[in-house]
């Protein structure tokens, strides 16, 4: 039973609030949502900070609904992926974890790599023209909105991960930062 005070440990260490690990849908969202609100009203959190977090969680927690695989059930379940919410003084840590297939890689790390060069003007501008010309793959969402909107919204860039777990499969890591202060970068 150590391992629950260890895993008690890590978390008081990396200021987690929340963590949730697997399947993801529609009740299991709101009730990660609902707790991520209730934890940051204990914090006396302001408004505009609270909204560009739960806006960073809702993009964070779509893109998880929408993108991930499912595959190896007996390993990883049905859509089975991770997500955290972590505070310090300063900033408020969006985490996320699933897997995905080894071949998408490549695209998705030049897309969240031309994102993340973008500045804030080009960022809206992207996002307008997203939208304008209808760019958005029909079975998967997006082109990209979420993780645009996320950079936007939090005014930081997007940190990402891919770690290898078989010759088909990765595990898509990804930060979101969001500051505390609440006329810190991002949109609103």
Do not use: W
Not at 5 to 20: E, F, G, R, T, W
Not at 120 to 127: D, F, G, Q, T, V
């Amino acid at each position: 039973m150590k391992y629950i005070y260890d895993l008690h440990k890590v978390m008081l260490k990396q200021s987690l609030l929340l963590v949730y690990e697997g399947e993801f849908n529609q009740e299991i969202t709101k009730s990660v949502l609902a707790m991520a609100e209730r934890n940051m009203d204990s914090f006396g959190e302001q408004r505009k900070v609270k909204t560009k977090v739960f806006n960073v969680m809702m993009e964070c927690i779509q893109n998880i609904v929408r993108h991930s695989e499912s595959y190896q059930e007996d390993i990883y379940g049905k859509n089975n992926a991770i997500f955290s919410l972590a505070k310090t003084d300063d900033h408020y840590f969006v985490l996320s974890g699933n897997p995905l297939f080894t071949t998408d890689i490549e695209k998705l790390e030049s897309r969240l790599k031309e994102i993340n060069l973008m500045d804030k003007l080009a960022l809206k501008e992207e996002y307008k023209r997203i939208i304008k010309t209808g760019r958005i793959d029909p079975v998967r969402g997006g082109a990209g909105l979420g993780f645009i909107d996320m950079s936007r919204k939090s005014g930081n860039k997007i940190r990402f991960d891919f770690e290898k777990i078989n010759d088909e499969l990765s595990f898509f890591s990804l930060r979101m930062t969001i500051d505390r202060n609440p006329n810190a970068g991002g949109d609103d």
